[in-house]
């Protein structure tokens, strides 16, 4: 569904509201909490403990630079929550996706982004079992997101893998673009 849509419902065809009651149903049925303020990497340690379900946990920070966690400065701070949150996936058996920015150097350089653009820590980079990086092909024009590549930088299961995607601004989706060979 075109995302200008959500502006104002009355403008939903009645199949495209079908197809989206469905989906807000099975969403609905999932167990989703959602928490939309400033936390700690203790407040966090909370929440996870008290979840009670024998199904797989996935927790998503959105991001890591704003949680609160004690250190002295910016990077050993940084390092505390890495270092926490890696020791929450492996207390709780939980998945958590740690979402956070990179340095501008790849996009002042041009190039895609490695694992040393990531922000404020090398503890980060460390602690995580993978990290995969989003890179704007179109990088001369930031607000034209079209071509992206999704980089596996770090997979402790595997290999480094590049996968190219195409970005549909008005739906909010990405398609994978496939080799033709």
Avoid: W
């Avoid at 990497?41 to 630079?65: A, M, P, W, Y």
Wanted: aromatic share 6%.
């Amino acid at each position: 569904i075109d995302i200008t849509k959500f502006n104002d419902m009355k403008t939903f065809e009645p199949k495209e509201l079908s197809f989206l009651y469905t989906k807000l149903d099975r969403i609905e049925e999932r167990k989703i909490i959602l928490i939309n303020n400033s936390q700690s990497i203790d407040s966090i340690e909370k929440t996870i403990s008290r979840i009670n379900t024998d199904k797989k946990i996935i927790v998503i920070l959105d991001h890591i630079g704003l949680i609160n966690s004690e250190g002295n400065g910016l990077y050993e701070k940084m390092t505390n929550i890495a270092k926490r949150i890696r020791s929450l996936c492996l207390d709780y058996n939980c998945t958590i996706f740690g979402l956070c920015q990179l340095s501008r150097e790849s996009q002042k350089e041009e190039r895609e982004p490695k694992l040393q653009d990531l922000r404020d820590s090398g503890e980060i980079e460390q602690s995580a079992r993978k990290v995969i990086l989003l890179y704007n092909k179109d990088c001369k024009n930031q607000n034209e997101i079209k071509n992206v590549d999704v980089l596996i930088a770090k997979n402790d299961d595997g290999n480094r893998i590049v996968k190219g995607f195409k970005f549909h601004t008005k739906k909010q989706k990405f398609t994978e673009v496939y080799d033709e060979k």
